[in-house]
């Protein structure tokens, strides 16, 4: 298939003519968040000027074409990810909140002393954070899956650590600092092999790579919006219709509801039974915009575009011997590189080609104890995405270098 047109693309992104004082915007923070394209912000809009009202069951008109918009939303979602459909897919916040959502409907209520729960030293805190909490309250275990020296996850360890004391197994699909991609689907069969469930995170996978949820068998799976040209305040939790249905709700409320006396209720139907109150309605139709827009796209497109710009600053800032560069080859990694200079603290660098126009991360990338293991305070992350270019990468190289002088 013919390669992705960036000039085209990048018309869609009116803040990428951004400028600081005359120097051009080079945003390289999308593992962060990524850009808006025109179209979902005009879907959000077209919501507030032509069909706002609150949702589900309304009887007049609005309330009945933003009812349809909103739940339609979900189908589209299920679709993009390979879900059975929209009774999979309950929309929260953002990832962190879809992980808070199964460790308290599920792990509070289903784990208890000599239960464990199987991460990976990889792990964002959104996982690894409300997985430790709530091993806590519960009396369960955390066990750490170890890396291997390149950043892959050591899947002997793996094996031997997964056992029939397992109840989770919470693992991240593609690591926003290492930019290793897991063998999830493996994992998969591992942990259902001793009757585990897996959740898998997947804010940095679905963005970038084609996801089939029944392919890798996860029996949870979360991801963000805003990290694929959506807007903020709006991600999606997957989970297995019939391990859903047996979870007890998060939130309690209106719309999540049947039936309700004095003495009891009964919940509603999936996925509304874990969506209480008013949702994030323009959100929800803009998360779904931002899915036909990847998809016009090309999810396969973005992936080798992405892919290869990231090879492509992996080669250029090995040019000098002084780069430390966190996980797999150039070849085998999500698109993004962390990175530390010798002598050069990440914040100090990230503040100089911020001087430069060039817009990257610095700090622990939520992943605090995977730089423990790096044996790193911090790291410098660039992360790439369908808009960016080789001329980009250019410019971050030679910010760098910038920076370098000025240290030496
Ligand atoms: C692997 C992974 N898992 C969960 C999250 C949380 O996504 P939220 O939309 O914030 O809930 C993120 C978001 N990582 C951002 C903010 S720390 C980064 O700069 O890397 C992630 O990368």
Redesign the pocket.
Known sequence: SAPLDVSARREEFPILDREFDGTPLVYL?N???SQTPKRVVESITDYYYEYNANVHRGIHNLSQEASIAYEEAHDTVADFIGAAGREEIVFT???????NLVAYAWGLNELGPGDEVVLTEM?????LVTWQQIAKKTGAECRYIPITDDGRLDMDAARELITDDTKMVSV??????LGTVNPVATLADIAHDHDSYIFV?????APHMAVDVQDIDCDFF??????MCGP?GI?ALYGKEEILDAMEPYLYGGDMILKVTFEDTDFNELPWKFEAGTPSISEGIAFAEAVEYIEDVGIDRIHDHSTDLAAYAYERLSEHDDVEIYGPGPDERSP?VAFNIDGLHAHDLASIVNDYGVAI?AGD???QPLHDVLGASASA?A?FYLYNTREEVDALVEAVDEARQIFA
């Open positions: 923070d593992a962060a968040t916040k953002n990832t962190t909140e879809a992980m792990e964002h805190h959104a996982s991240v699909h593609a690591s926003n600092t995170d997947g804010a940095q996978s979360a991801f963000s919006a805003h990290k903020t991600g993004l991360r990338h939520c992943t992350r992360s």
